[in-house]
T-cell receptor
Framework: DTGVSQNPRHKITKRGQNVTFRCDPI?????LYWYRQTLGQGPEFLTYFQNEAQLEKSRLLSDRFSAERPKGSFSTLEIQRTEQGDSAMYLC?????????????FGPGTRLLVL | LAKTTQPISMDSYEGQEVNITCSHN???????ITWYQQFPSQGPRFIIQ???TKVTNEVASLFIPADRKSSTLSLPRVSLSDTAVYYCLVGWGQAGTALIFGKGTTLSVSS
C-alpha cells in the first residue's frame, strides 16, 4: 500500500454514460498525476496537477475528459459520453515536488469497462 | 524525455539472480533512472532510483556505468512473487515531469 487510494476500484458502464473516478494522494504530496493503461501496454500520461493547478494535459485527454483538484488534495477524473475505447485502467500517482529525482507513488487504479 | 529500450521478456528460476538491462542513449545530464515493478491489476510500484554508479536498497541494486547510456537492475535470489513487469524510465531533469513508460520487461520466475 503506497498511501495513494483510488475509488472505485472497478466500474462497468454502458456506452454514452458519464463516469467519475476519485484519487486521494499521499497527504503531504503537492503533485498529482493521472495515467491510463490498456492491456499489454505501459501507463500513458493524461494530466498533472501541482496543488490545485492543472499544469499539463496530454493530447490523449480528449474534450470528453476533465480532471479537477479543487483544494489541492483529492482529485477527480470525469469521462463524459464514454466510448468502448475508454476501457482501461486509470491510474493516479502523487509525488512531493521540489527536488530532482522526485518519486511518483501510484494508487491501485480504477478499472473501467465500457459495454 | 529519453527513450528507453529493454528486453520484452525474461525467464528465470527461483533463487537465481536476475539482471535486466535498459539502454537510454539519449539520457540528459539531469535525468535520473528509475525502475518500477507492476503486478497484474495493480499500479506500478517504485523499486529503485539512481543517477550514477551503484545504488542498493533492500530489494534491488541498480548499476549505472560512467557514460549513463545504460543501466542494469539486479534482483538477487528471485522468488515466484517477483514475476511481474519491470519498467525502466529516465527523466526528472525538470521536476513535475510526467513519466513515459515503454512496454517494460515481463519477468517470469519458475520453480
Amino acid at each position: 500500500d503506497t498511501g495513494v487510494s483510488q475509488n472505485p476500484r472497478h466500474k462497468i458502464t454502458k456506452r454514452g454514460q458519464n463516469v467519475t473516478f476519485r484519487c486521494d494522494p499521499i497527504s503531504e504530496h503537492n503533485r498529482l498525476y493521472w495515467y491510463r493503461q490498456t492491456l499489454g501496454q505501459g501507463p500513458e500520461f493524461l494530466t498533472y496537477f501541482q496543488n490545485e493547478a492543472q499544469l499539463e494535459k496530454s493530447r490523449l485527454l480528449s474534450d470528453r475528459f476533465s480532471a479537477e483538484r479543487p483544494k489541492g488534495s483529492f482529485s477527480t477524473l470525469e469521462i463524459q459520453r464514454t466510448e468502448q475505447g475508454d476501457s482501461a485502467m486509470y491510474l493516479c500517482a502523487s509525488s512531493l515536488g521540489g527536488a530532482l529525482g522526485e518519486t511518483q507513488y501510484f494508487g491501485p487504479g480504477t478499472r473501467l469497462l465500457v459495454l | 524525455l529519453a527513450k528507453t529500450t529493454q528486453p520484452i521478456s525474461m525467464d528465470s528460476y527461483e533463487g537465481q539472480e536476475v539482471n535486466i538491462t535498459c539502454s537510454h542513449n539519449n539520457i540528459a545530464t539531469n535525468d535520473y533512472i528509475t525502475w518500477y515493478q507492476q503486478f497484474p491489476s495493480q499500479g506500478p510500484r517504485f523499486i529503485i532510483q539512481g543517477y550514477k554508479t551503484k545504488v542498493t536498497n533492500e530489494v534491488a541494486s541498480l548499476f549505472i556505468p560512467a557514460d549513463r547510456k545504460s543501466s542494469t537492475l539486479s534482483l538477487p535470489r528471485v522468488s515466484l512473487s517477483d514475476t511481474a513487469v519491470y519498467y525502466c524510465l529516465v527523466g526528472w531533469g525538470q521536476a513535475g515531469t510526467a513519466l513515459i513508460f515503454g512496454k517494460g520487461t515481463t519477468l517470469s520466475v519458475s520453480s
